[in-house]
């Protein structure tokens, strides 16, 4: 008993694991930067670990599937790694490959399952049925009206055998084509057979009135061109849009748990009330950052002078611009974390002055958190302005993905200062951020 139950003690160790960062140009591109890759537990830049020559996670041939929310988009395969030229990204590598969408993957596959499957061998089709053959043998008797002129020049002879048997076949679905050249064989009223019609397939009325029917289609179709002439204008403007280039996460790994989303299901009303206390939350975040830039004012950014009776002041609200709010489930346990990000200003009632700040602009990123009871924790907020990159860099969000395999996702952001771009990687847990990787400005 005691062989068997320490024979293995070790833990097995875990294969690693690679996160990037896909740019998925509107054409079909694909580049891949590298983050950070997990080994035995431990993150390191994945654009400088084993790069000799090239980083361990741009090997030639490795598979990236890109996640958004947790929902695959795709597979990236790597092909070769390139090392970025310029100032501040000198050291900084990116991959090539080829892009396959999840859709185009489904449909390769959808079409080998049907090339793979043996005609009538398939059980989902049922029993075996008869179809009917008159169709392709009507075609035979149709060409016999042409045959018949041989009898009618026979009229001569003994054709008068021939022409009681006319009636007798009536009854049946083929007498009609048969009963006309006989018709025509009696020498009754000879010149009256030229002028007969005579049985064809199809309809020989209709050409003649379609043909003045398509100069009508035709001027439809001129009507229906003429309102897409306002359309063709419409769309340089929805150009810019699907110009821009998609930043995706990506997965490189041999195994883990079986993706699922991350997104937070919500009702547009709930989506609302979420919307409005976080605005709430950054608004006193914007007030109190005013306030430390208008120390040297005499009237405070959130309060305004009053006469009179002694009433509440309300506070200066700022305007927001570019809101965007995200709300995730980042541990499946139906409770949601916000991550808001704004552009804000200070009204020029709020007397700050002019000369210091003109029209600043402040960019905000706050995560918070709601608990069982509905109220809300502040787990991070990142304010700053273009000014003050230097000590207090610009926090973007990019999405929620799994980093470690564990089945719960983090957050994934880019931080920008004046010494360059890095990526960040943040756990929730409770009210706080603890920082899984940090990558290093410049690369």
């Known amino acids: 008993m005691f062989a068997q139950a320490g024979r293995d003690e070790k833990k097995a160790a875990k294969p690693p694991r690679a996160l990037g960062l896909l740019e998925l140009a509107p054409n079909g591109a694909a580049h891949l930067i590298p983050i950070t890759i997990l080994i035995d537990g431990k993150y390191y830049d994945a654009s400088a670990y084993k790069a000799a020559p090239v980083p361990m996670a741009l090997w030639s041939e490795t598979v990236y599937e890109a996640f958004r929310s947790g929902v695959s988009q795709g597979l ?39 090339a793979s499957e043996p005609r009538g061998m398939n059980e989902d089709e049922g029993p075996p049925v008869l179809r009917r053959a008159d169709k392709p043998k009507v075609t035979e008797p149709v060409a016999t009206p042409a045959t018949p002129p041989a009898p009618v020049a026979s009229s001569n002879g003994a054709p008068a055998a021939t022409a009681p048997a006319a009636p007798a076949t009536k009854d049946s679905t083929s007498s009609p084509a048969t009963s006309a050249p006989q018709e025509q064989t009696s020498a009754d009223q000879p010149p009256e057979d030229k002028n007969r019609p005579t049985l064809k397939r199809g309809k020989p009325a209709p050409p003649p009135a379609e043909e003045p029917e398509q100069p009508v289609v035709a001027s439809s179709k001129k009507s229906a061109t003429a309102p897409t002439i306002p359309t063709t204008g419409a769309v340089p403007s929805v150009s810019p849009s699907a110009s821009q280039i998609q930043l995706i996460p990506a997965i490189s790994a041999s195994n883990g748990p079986d993706p699922h989303p991350y997104s937070y299901g919500m009702k547009p009303e709930e989506e609302q009330e979420f919307r409005k206390k976080m605005l709430a939350m950054a608004a006193d975040e914007v007030r109190a950052r005013a306030a430390q830039r208008a120390q040297g004012t005499t009237v405070p950014v959130h309060t305004a002078p009053q006469r009179g009776k002694a009433t509440a002041v309300k506070p200066v609200q700022p305007d927001f611009e570019d809101v965007q709010l995200r709300v995730f489930d980042l541990a499946s346990s139906n409770e949601p974390e916000l991550v808001l990000t ?102």
């Open 76 to 114: 990236f395969t790597v092909t070769g790694a390139l090392q970025r030229q310029g100032a501040k990204d000198a050291s900084e590598w990116m991959g090539e490959g080829t892009w396959q969408s999840a859709d185009s993957i489904k449909a390769k596959v959808a079409k080998k399952k049907v």
């Open 342 to 443: 704004a552009n804000a200003r200070m009204p020029q009632g709020s007397r700050v002055k002019q000369s210091e700040s003109p029209e600043l602009e402040y960019t905000v990123t706050l995560v918070a958190r709601e608990d069982v009871n509905g109220d809300f924790h502040k787990a991070l907020a990142n304010l700053t302005d273009a000014q003050h990159l230097d000590v207090l860099p610009r926090l973007e969000l990019i999405d929620a993905v799994d980093v470690d395999g564990d089945g719960r996702a983090e957050l994934l952001f880019r931080q920008v200062s004046d010494a360059g771009s890095a990526f960040l990687v943040y756990r929730v847990i409770g009210d706080r951020l603890y920082p899984l990787f940090q990558g290093t400005p410049g690369r």
